[in-house]
T-cell receptor
Framework: NAGVTQTPKFQVLKTGQSMTLQCAQD?????MYWYRQDPGMGLRLIYY???????DKGEVPNGYNVSRLNKREFSLRLESAAPSQTSVYFC???????????????FGPGTRLTVL | RKEVEQDPGPFNVPEGATVAFNCTYS??????FFWYRQDCRKEPKLLMS???SGNEDGRFTAQLNRASQYISLLIRDSKLSDSATYLC??????????????FGKGTKLSVKP
């Protein structure tokens, strides 16, 4: 099993360009997440999808859109990139049982994005 | 405001040392607590959950004090391979929901020969 995979690993954009970060998991998890990690900051949740067909905003959703394409795939789109979106982006997935206890989040290797 | 505070370190210790990390959280409604480990330029990985009764996994011991809103991680007999950043994580939601995970900024540990 590959776990959680992300593409691309690195990307450089110019201000105003758009791009989509791809994420896929093969663990049959129902919940998926997008985080950003900036120097000196903790990971911050951008969007999440508790189950296929649903998406919700996290702490820092402005400037981003997401699509839960199917159970395996969850993409993050930057419509008009800004330098403030320079960051490391992590996708994660977990099993979600609303009546159960916490289930570990598994993270992908990250995408390092620079916006000039 | 939702916050998880950690000493950023770095903690520089010799092999074999015992090191303790502390974490405080501001939201008393926090439901569950965790320590994640993040190696340099890698993704975070779950190290252990933290229970009110305290829990141990080999050389690692985690403690939770809900009254003081305080979480700790103790590493005994440090190994070179323990060098990493340790993230304190708090879940504000009940049950399995994870849309409200709050990550601390992390404490960096460097274990020297």
């Amino acid at each position: 099993n590959a776990g959680v995979t992300q593409t691309p690993k690195f990307q450089v954009l110019k201000t105003g360009q758009s791009m989509t970060l791809q994420c896929a998991q093969d663990m049959n998890h129902n919940s998926m997440y997008w985080y950003r990690q900036d120097p000196g900051m903790g990971l911050r949740l951008i969007y999440y999808s508790a189950s296929e067909g649903t998406t919700d905003k996290g702490e820092v959703p402005n400037g981003y859109n997401v699509s839960r394409l199917n159970k395996r795939e969850f993409s993050l789109r930057l419509e008009s990139a800004a330098p403030s979106q320079t960051s490391v982006y992590f996708c994660a997935s977990s099993h979600y049982d609303p009546f159960g206890s916490y289930n570990e989040q598994f993270f992908g290797p990250g995408t390092r994005l620079t916006v000039l | 405001r939702k916050e998880v505070e950690q000493d950023p370190g770095p903690f520089n210790v010799p092999e074999g040392a015992t090191v303790a990390f502390n974490c405080t959280y501001s939201n008393s409604a926090s439901q569950s607590f965790f320590w994640y480990r993040q190696d340099c330029r890698k993704e975070p990985k779950l190290l252990m959950s933290v229970y009110s009764s305290g829990n141990e996994d080999g050389r690692f011991t985690a403690q939770l004090n809900r009254a003081s809103q305080y979480i700790s991680l103790l590493i005994r007999d440090s190994k070179l391979s323990d060098s990493a950043t340790y993230l304190c994580v708090v879940n504000l939601d009940y049950g399995g929901s994870q849309g409200n995970l709050i990550f601390g900024k992390g404490t960096k540990l460097s274990v020297k020969p």
